[in-house]
């Protein structure tokens, strides 16, 4: 459960040679940081990385080298890209030359020619190998081969494609207007099967121009041409959904060319073609907020679940928020039974919505709320008023509220300094008390979080701060070299997901707060601390020893609430050891039967109902998971009749055979159905002929 959160973005300018001249290509050098871009006069530009200035604001220029690609009259570049075995460019043009170009001593070398011109050049990765889409469908190269033996040259029809890094999938685009729809993004196998695919979710004329997977192989960047912008989306894929996590638009005048995400797995490159270079920088932060609810952003939808009722694990959600467009970044107020949420949107507007009560929750399971946005294009909505505005002299990287004191939150700039901002008061930058040198970090830290503790009677804040490297920096000090991510709970040790902060042992304050809390016969505060912490729950019991449990057993349900199991399965072993009543371990097997069933784990669902002689849910779990001996076992428990039985092997058979399971498929028809004919067929379908 996590979200992508945008928290650097810097932009300079490309200084082009005519006011008629735009950007249509662009390439990266992996191992220098370069980036190269091909304009529309066939010059390339060169820049570099470094060059970007951290924290600088737009309209610098960007130093950059210029090299003049010489083609005949009337012939462009029409395909582009690095070659980094040659640490060379490969340029396609539209009479058809292929061209190996080297940036270091401007030469040029002819190396192929394609008849009827080359319109996109996509390296397969892990190979050395072109892959060339054409505008003809004749494909003829001269004899000259750059790459030996190894080479191999395809042509094939198509639009817009990319291939994973990895090279174990491609994705492409799938128009699908005659259906009157908008594109899918669909993703192959390389033996060209398809994998899944999913929606855009934009009008049916929307194009899609570009797709660029990270370094990474978990994202996937494409660029989106609506009818009143254009969109840069970012996509993850997580339990077998596409989620939009990210979305930035540029409007139709800036004219945004391409993206890519080629150095690091978290940043975004795209450029205009009027030759404006943003780069994005992004970090991935834990949907879970300090309630234990979870806030997972899904395109225009925020999906809600609280842990402390459910463990539903995504896509699936108790309930969701729609905003008018795509949410790019979300914050939650929590006070007492009160929690708000506050999105930020593509469109530039303001979402705002107040949960209902905790206690009601559990009543809108399934359900969507739609939320309206300050006043924009998309909708009325409603009034937003700017109270105070100040301008910062940097990059603001990371905002933390402080418990300890009202109205007050920590600011972090680029670079690691830290401020406090009270909203009462002007801000005082770089001089006097509110700077915090005790509290700033030695680098940038994307991730910032504040925890309050208690000195001398008065509460303290204590901020924390991870870097990109992974140092969780307190204090001024550096605690931890090896720290992925952490979480702070206000009356609570910090605990590091992974990874320890060097002596301290956070897992076993963790438990040490469990303890107190079992020894003060506080059970419902003790399964909060197991269920947000991921402990095994069996410590609330293992403790103390089961026959002092079952003393306290009346109490720990009179806190907990009488249908606890059914809402949280993951107790149902719990509860089989402290039910005594057969009766009622029956309910609780079937329920655990239900949650194993809804985890997909069928033949462990089909034992547990066989436990409590829910032979129906059996039989059913047993079909959704392919085991044709179950089914029909428990189909003789039942005592179905003859023609019954007959017709659910008939029905067997039949989703074998579509499984691609035509062997298994040959069983029942010669054991159960009596159908030789069939069984044969099936038998020489599977090549069995042993058995024949």
């Keep these: 459960m996590k979200n992508l959160k945008l928290y650097r973005e810097i932009s300079q300018n490309l200084e082009l040679q005519s006011p008629q001249e735009v950007l249509v290509f662009s390439a990266f050098d992996i191992e220098r940081n370069r980036l190269f871009f091909a304009s529309s006069a066939n010059i390339i530009y060169t820049a570099h990385l470094s060059s970007f200035q951290n924290g600088k604001s737009k309209g610098l220029l960007l130093p950059s080298e210029i090299n003049q690609i010489e083609l005949e009259d009337g012939d462009l570049i029409t395909a582009f890209d690095y070659m980094m075995e040659k640490e060379a460019l490969i340029i396609g043009t539209e009479n058809g030359l292929l061209l190996l170009h080297n940036i270091d001593d401007n030469s040029t070398e002819i190396v192929g020619q394609v008849e009827g011109g080359v319109k996109c050049i996509s390296r397969v990765p892990m190979e050395i190998c ?330 303290k804040p204590l901020l924390f701060g991870l870097d990109d490297i992974g140092r969780l920096h307190f204090g001024g000090k550096v605690l931890c070299n090896n720290c992925s991510s952490f979480s702070c709970y206000s009356n609570l040790a910090d605990q590091t997901t992974r990874g320890n902060l060097e002596s301290i042992h956070p897992r076993k304050l963790v438990l040490a707060s469990i303890v107190n809390a079992l020894i003060q016969r506080r059970f419902r505060d003790a399964l909060l601390l197991v269920r947000r912490h991921r402990i095994d729950f069996n410590v609330i019991v293992d403790y103390c020893g089961w026959q002092t449990f079952l003393q306290s057993a009346s109490e720990f349900v009179k806190q907990i609430g009488m249908n606890l199991m059914s809402k949280n399965p993951q107790l149902c072993p719990l509860g089989l050891q402290m039910i005594t009543d057969p009766a009622k371990k029956m309910q609780v097997l079937e329920a655990w039967g239900d949650h194993l069933s809804d985890e997909k784990c069928f033949e462990d669902a089909a034992i547990t109902y066989l436990c409590c002689s829910s032979l129906e849910n059996a039989l059913k779990a047993y079909r959704s998971c392919g085991d044709w001996s179950g089914v029909l076992t428990v189909a003789g428990l039942l005592k179905l009749e003859k023609d019954e039985l007959m017709q659910l092997a008939h029905d067997l058979c039949e989703e074998l055979q579509a499984l691609g399971k035509p062997g298994e498929a040959a069983k029942i028809a010669l054991e159960y159905c009596g159908d030789v004919n069939r069984g044969i067929n099936l038998l020489i379908s599977a090549r069995d002929w042993r058995r024949l």
């Design 130 to 459: 072109l892959l060339f889409l054409l505008v003809s469908d004749k494909c003829e190269l001269d004899g000259k081969n750059m790459f030996g033996s190894f080479i191999s040259w395809r042509g094939i029809y198509g639009g817009v494609l990319e291939w994973m890094p990895s090279g174990a999938k491609i994705a492409a685009v799938y128009d699908r207007k005659v259906e009157n729809r908008c594109p899918d993004i669909a993703f192959y196998e390389r033996n060209g099967l398809v994998r899944s695919s999913f929606s855009i979710k934009e009008a049916v004329d929307a194009t899609v121009e570009s797709l660029k997977w990270n370094c990474g192989s978990d994202l996937v960047a494409s660029v989106v041409r609506c009818e009143k912008y254009d969109a840069v989306k970012l996509w993850f894929l997580s339990n077998n959904h596409w989620y939009l996590k990210h979305e930035v638009r540029y409007s139709r005048q800036d004219e945004l060319g391409s993206c890519g995400i080629p150095v690091k797995p978290l940043q975004l490159i795209c450029w205009t073609l009027g030759g404006q270079i943003t780069i994005y920088n992004f970090t991935w932060i834990s949907a879970v907020t300090e309630n234990s609810t979870a806030l997972v952003i899904d395109d225009s939808k925020i999906l809600v679940t609280p842990l402390s009722l459910s463990l539903m694990p995504p896509p699936l959600h108790l309930f969701s928020l729609k905003f008018p467009s795509s949410v790019r970044d979300l914050a939650l107020y929590s006070n007492n039974s009160k929690n708000r949420v506050a999105a930020f949107l593509s469109d530039g507007s303001l979402g705002a919505v107040e949960l209902p009560d905790p206690d009601t929750w559990e009543d809108l399971e399934e359900k969507e709320f739609t939320v309206e946005a300050s006043i924009s294009e998309t909708g009325s909505g409603w009034h937003a008023k700017i109270s105070h505005r100040n301008y910062m002299e940097g990059l603001v990287i990371g905002i933390a509220p402080n418990p300890a004191k009202n109205r007050s939150a920590f600011v972090q700039f680029d670079g690691g300094n830290v401020v406090e901002y009270t909203s009462m008061l002007a801000w005082l930058l770089l001089e006097g008390s509110t700077k915090h040198d005790d509290m700033s970090f030695s680098s940038s830290c994307p991730w910032m979080s504040v925890a309050k503790a208690s000195d001398s009677g008065s509460l």
